[in-house]
């Protein structure tokens, strides 16, 4: 089992920044991959970014160049920051652990982006 926590969520103007945080417990060395997803009120959840255990990263289009996702060596923590915040990164951001047998999610934190 492992359990994820997130943080850092909130109200921000545009062209601001955020730093979302993902606290991991439990079988944490089960994890093969890390990844931030989002939904926003009448979308389907999207693929935000992702990390894998060697590292490597993966970046929705739409925030290539914004956001960047970083974790620690023991997976502890994942970040994602986000920055050029925009109206439309407005939504739910869900933390979600990848291992062999099943993929975990965190219950969420609101972005949201308005003057």
């Known amino acids: 089992q492992v359990q994820l926590e997130e943080s850092g969520g909130g109200l921000v103007q545009p062209g601001g920044s955020l730093r979302l945080s993902c606290a991991t417990s439990?079988?944490?060395?089960?994890?093969?991959?890390m990844g931030w997803y989002r939904q926003a009120p009448g979308k389907s959840r999207e693929l935000v970014a992702r990390?894998?255990?060697?590292?490597?990263?993966d970046y929705a289009a739409s925030v290539k160049g914004r956001f960047t996702i970083s974790r620690d060596y023991t997976w502890n923590t994942v970040h994602l920051q986000m920055n050029s915040l925009k109206a439309e990164d407005t939504a739910v951001y869900s933390c979600n652990a990848e291992t062999s047998s099943q993929d975990y999610w965190g219950q969420g934190t609101q972005v949201t982006v308005s003057s």
């Open positions: 439990g079988s944490t060395a089960s994890i093969n991959a």
């Open positions: 990390i894998t255990l060697g590292g490597s990263t």
